[in-house]
């Protein structure tokens, strides 16, 4: 899909290499992936991560190097730039390598071209059933529980954590997969929302879209921070009431407010990387 | 063994009427289309289904199996009385096997059963119930016959009921759903858009139908082969070329030109894929497609 529009980068030719999938005489793998579309596209990005955005990655040794296990973190800024610096972190950065895949709202699969992208770089739409098949796969499989209602925060409240879905611990709980606590700091001064035109949204088929200081919904060149926290492993079996299972979301919901005020301060440069509590 | 194949004239039918000739079944073949060169040690009969000398055939024969296949396709058949077919003709088959003790009996279906949408999950498996039956009006008789079939299970608990949705066929047949539409040099794709196809050879389809008979399978199973393909690849491996065409000009009306043979809601099953689970098969029967995806096209390319 992408031959002839963007070149490789061998750098990354070898990072998609060491990725722990198999693909078939197509280089297809059994979710879709295409390793020559992954490939070309992730080089473009590498720019993009590396040199448009400054990423200041902590604690991904807290992120296992295989296996399953789920990335939970918080929405920050109108468009999904969190889950694209998750990708490249894990990608560019991690080693091995991972490909994390995302839990994505089923309104970008129904757009031409994003459908097609997603597809072929294993982003799947929000389906229980998928996310158990892939972590049962040990697949690692990146979730924001706050969905569409995290990324509509405004600039303002970029920090701050709306409510948690309880469909991620059920997944965790089901499959027996750890989680991952991940926190991203910046995305409110990326892309600062001042408004979310909901109407003109419905109309093109988005939940909203959003306004910035500067009209269109174009991120600035950011210096972000992401912290990525201990693993949390729980107990049960994905069946438990409401109430049990919200506890248990309530721990991680603290935990991730926890490394957002942390982050938050290495922001600011109130404590240095060696004050750090991951 | 003796064998009654409904459906045996169509592409799969003669492939799995051969091979049950191979294992040294004795086949008894029905179906309203003729089979000119048909070996000689097939029965052939030329009924429909649904009519009294089909029923003849069960009850004079007396067939200890039977093996239904005599549906339409949903995708490139528009003619009228194809739900007439496939509902009524999978009634008088399970009617006729249960009327004259047929021990076995194993209906074919397809894994578009499922429905093509954006949200749904990857892989299929056999408990999901049709999602998207209802935006597709070619579709619903296909799930209501499936659906029907099933209920044979319990209806008639005497018979080793099996019902099989396998994806879609490709082989040197040139026949079938996939078949038909990368039968052009140019095949139309929706741009932006690039699903996923699941597809087996089709002898491999004749060989699963086979194994299902030989384990005497219970249940309903999907049957798959190789891992699936992104469609703009099949083609270009098929030798055909891509012609990507915007949802919106399709919807305006230029279906008739770009994809004259499809109807409309068939548009969601090129921009969402089907892919089916079918590990239950296959721990059931140990069976092992022997054509991968690119022997399957390769084959489907080179046959004239």
């Known amino acids: 899909m992408l031959d002839n529009l963007l070149p490789i980068d061998p750098e990354v030719a070898a990072r998609i290499d060491a990725l722990d999938l ?3 005489t197509f280089g297809i793998d059994p979710y879709g992936i295409d390793k020559n579309d992954l490939t070309r596209f992730v080089s473009a990005f590498a720019w993009i991560y590396r040199h448009y955005f400054k990423v200041d990655v902590y604690g991904l040794e807290n992120v296992p190097s295989r296996g399953r296990a789920i990335l939970v973190g918080n929405h920050s800024g109108g468009v999904a730039i969190d889950a694209a610096m998750v990708m490249g972190s894990m990608l560019l950065d991690a080693e091995p390598p991972r490909l994390p895949h995302g839990m994505i709202d089923k309104f970008i699969h129904r757009f031409p071209g994003a459908s097609q992208l997603m597809s072929r770089t294993g982003q799947f739409a929000g389906n229980p059933d998928q996310a158990i098949r892939l972590l049962r796969d040990d697949r690692l499989v990146l979730v924001f529980p706050e969905g569409a209602r995290g990324t ?10 709306v409510g948690f879905g309880t469909g991620f611990m059920r997944l965790a709980l089901e499959t027996k997969s750890p989680i991952i606590p991940f926190a991203f700091i910046g995305g409110g001064e990326a892309l600062p929302t001042v408004a979310n035109l909901k109407t003109l949204g419905r109309l093109i088929g988005v939940p909203y879209i959003p306004v910035t200081k500067w009209g269109l919904p174009v991120p600035k060149p950011t210096r972000f921070q992401l912290l990525y926290g201990k693993p949390m492993v729980f107990e049960g079996s994905g069946h438990e009431r409401d109430e049990v299972c919200g506890e248990m979301v309530d721990e991680v919901k603290t935990r991730i407010s926890d490394l957002i005020r942390q982050g938050r301060q290495l922001r600011e440069k109130n404590i240095t990387e060696a004050d750090l509590v991951l | 063994m003796k064998v009654l194949v409904t459906g045996v004239a169509g592409t799969l039918g003669r492939l799995v009427a051969m091979r049950l000739i191979e294992r040294g079944h004795d086949v008894i073949g029905i179906d309203r289309r003729p089979w000119a060169d048909a070996p000689e040690s097939i029965e052939m ?24 296949m005599a549906t339409v396709t949903h995708l490139v058949h528009k003619s009228a009385d194809r739900m007439r077919v496939n509902l009524y003709g999978t009634r008088a088959f399970i009617h006729h096997c249960h009327t004259y003790g047929v021990k076995q009996a194993i209906l074919v279906g397809r894994h578009t059963y499922y429905g093509a949408a954006a949200d749904s999950p990857l892989y299929h498996t056999e408990d999901e119930p049709p999602m998207s039956a209802h935006t ?9 016959a499936d659906l029907y079939a099933s ?29 038909s539409y990368l039968r052009g040099p140019t095949v139309p ?6 699903p996923l196809f699941h597809f087996i050879h089709e002898e491999d389809a004749a060989n699963a139908i086979v194994t299902a008979l030989s384990r005497k399978l219970h249940g ?4 798959s082969g190789p891992s699936p393909v992104p469609i703009s690849t099949i083609v270009r491996a098929a030798g055909r070329r891509p012609f990507p065409v915007p949802a919106t000009l ?3 009306g230029l279906r008739r030109l770009a994809l004259p043979k499809l109807p409309p809601a068939a548009i969601d099953h090129l921009k969402y894929p089907i892919v089916v689970d079918s590990d239950a098969f296959k721990r059931a029967t140990g069976y092992q497609h022997r054509y991968d995806e690119r022997e399957t096209i390769d084959a489907f390319r080179a046959a004239r």
């Open chain 2, 189 to 194: 794709l929706v741009m932006g858009f690039d």
């Open chain 2, 220 to 223: 309903v199973y999907n049957v």
């Open chain 2, 45 to 68: 009969y030329q009924y429909d289904i649904r009519k009294r000398p089909a029923e003849d055939v069960f009850r004079t024969r007396r067939p200890q199996a039977a093996i239904h």
């Open chain 2, 250 to 252: 399709i919807n305006l």
């Open chain 2, 136 to 144: 597709f009006a070619e579709l619903a008789d296909l799930v209501a």
């Open chain 1, 152 to 161: 509509a925060k405004l600039a303002k409240d970029a920090d701050t954590l």
């Open chain 1, 22 to 24: 198999s693909f078939n």
């Open chain 2, 151 to 179: 209920s044979a299970l319990w209806r008639y608990p005497e018979i080793a009921t099996c019902v099989l949705r396998i994806v879609y066929t490709l082989g040197p047949s040139k026949h079938g759903t996939l078949g």
